[in-house]
């Protein structure tokens, strides 16, 4: 695509002010065919992932995982109930996640059923005037692939793009993009902050992992050497883009990427440099000439001499886990991403982790102004998909965390909608969301 340039972003039609919760900005033009819409990952949200690796991590005995998955919010058979939330939120497209484990549940074994389930997702989300953005691998695998030392195994790459390949052949008709992997950077950051060692923790971890699976070894996305996983991700998502451009040409592919904003704070220069040179620098190197850079920003961490600083705690934005995490920190991933690349950016994530949903809103839309600035300053964005439509399974911290627009009743899986929700459909009416129909 053309990078969208300030005159574009200024004159463009069926644009409108955004008032309401917004500070009071003079006047708001969103680009043209703006893709407004939320995004979620199937093992968060649709419940019985028996055959995935963090399934089998999940139930060790000597887990890290605070709460277990289990039925999570039952979406795989709520589906349709969840489009009709889409619909009242008055969204243009919805990212989500296939599994791979469903898909694919031994080496070479394809199961349609499951293919049929995807599509019949797509073609209802089309049918309401939703593009379906697919994630093809959101950080599970199917546990054999864990079984063949996951993500530190070179095959796992090719494996990846035969994956890439049925999906794109079978959804590729309905789906306006496909991401290939997601943060496959954000486990790397750990690793250079411990001087570029694997953490020792995750040794018996992956042991009881392989007895369970019956191998002599394990991976994961998220565990062992992130170095080794690093390298073998960026491998996998360059044929994994070949794969769906070879089985669906003219959709739009890319990778998203765990964009925090990163600050140097004095005597954290050096530190600053190895996570660049090490944890950001490969990935946008990877990028390079993609359709787009996923962005997914959530948190602002300044660098010292030996690691993140603690966060400041009189900030005006700080989540559940205490960190700071300023709506500003959008605009600046977003500019960052696309100096970097050269690639027209989406926001695939960004979010808040809070009980509190006036913080919430008041996140929500400061950092629409954050993006919006980035817009107007001739940064091509292509869409915002707001973390999460509902709060879900939040990998090892359980069902604690909250990010969701709605929230979830874990006897009933009962939806109900927060106030922030409301606003999320305010703002983009005012932004002059449209249905839309094609791809990205
Ligand atoms: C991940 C999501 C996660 C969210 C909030 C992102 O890093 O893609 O799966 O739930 O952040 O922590």
Redesign the pocket.
Same mark, same amino acid.
């Given at each position: 695509m053309l990078p969208l340039t300030r005159r574009h972003a200024l004159t463009a039609a069926g644009a409108a002010f955004l008032v309401g919760a917004a500070p009071a900005r003079p006047s708001y033009r969103w680009p043209e065919r703006f893709l407004w819409g939320t995004a979620t +990952?199937g093992h /968060?949200i649709d419940g019985g992932n028996t055959n995935s690796d963090y399934w089998l991590l999940e139930n060790l005995p000597n887990t890290r995982f605070k709460e277990r998955s289990g039925d999570t919010c039952d979406s795989w058979n709520r589906w349709p109930e969840d489009i009709g939330l889409l619909k009242a939120l008055g969204v243009n497209a919805y990212r989500f996640s296939v599994e791979w484990a469903r898909i694919e549940p031994e080496p070479d074994l394809w199961s349609q059923a499951t293919l049929d389930h995807y599509r019949r997702q797509c073609a209802a989300l089309r049918d309401a005037g939703i593009m379906p953005v697919v994630t093809l691998h959101? %950080?599970t695998s199917p546990r054999w692939i864990g079984a063949m030392g996951g993500w530190e195994n070179e095959q796992t790459a090719d494996r990846f793009a035969r994956y890439a390949e049925r999906v794109a052949a079978a959804l590729g008709d309905l789906t306006g993009a496909f991401c290939t992997l *997601? $943060?496959p950077n954000?486990q790397v950051n750990s690793q250079v902050l411990r001087g570029g060692k694997a953490d020792p923790k995750d040794a018996p971890i992956l042991a009881a992992a392989a007895r369970k699976a019956g191998s002599d070894r394990f991976g994961a996305y998220f565990l062992g050497d992130a170095f080794k996983v690093r390298d073998i991700c960026i491998k996998a998502h360059r044929k994994g883009v070949d794969a769906v451009k070879a089985k669906a040409p003219g959709t739009k592919v890319g990778i998203?990427l +765990?964009l925090q904003e990163w600050k140097k704070s004095p005597g954290g220069d050096a530190l600053y440099e190895r996570l660049w040179q090490q944890a950001r620098k490969p990935f946008y190197d990877a990028a390079k000439g993609d359709d787009f850079i996923g962005v /997914?920003t959530?948190i602002l961490f300044r660098t010292g001499p030996d690691g993140f600083l603690p966060a400041r705690q009189d900030a005006a934005f700080i989540n559940t886990s205490n960190l700071e995490v300023p709506p500003t920190a959008l605009g600046a991933a977003v500019r960052e991403a696309h100096a970097n690349t050269g690639a027209p950016v989406f926001v695939t $994530?960004n979010?808040i $982790?809070t009980e509190d949903d006036a913080l919430r809103m008041r996140h929500l839309s400061q950092s629409l102004d954050s993006l919006h600035d980035a817009i107007a300053d001739d940064v091509p964005v292509l869409g915002y998909m707001h #973390?999460?439509l509902m709060d *879900?399974f $939040? #990998?090892e911290s359980g069902y604690g965390?909250k %990010?969701g627009l709605y929230s979830v009743d874990r006897a009933t899986f009962a939806r109900k909608s927060k106030p922030a929700a409301a606003l999320f459909r305010d703002l983009i009416r005012k932004a002059g969301v449209k249905p839309v129909s094609g791809k990205l």
């Open positions: +990952a /968060q959101h %950080f *997601n $943060e954000a998203t +765990a /997914q959530y $994530e979010g $982790e #973390w999460s *879900n $939040e #990998w965390p %990010f």
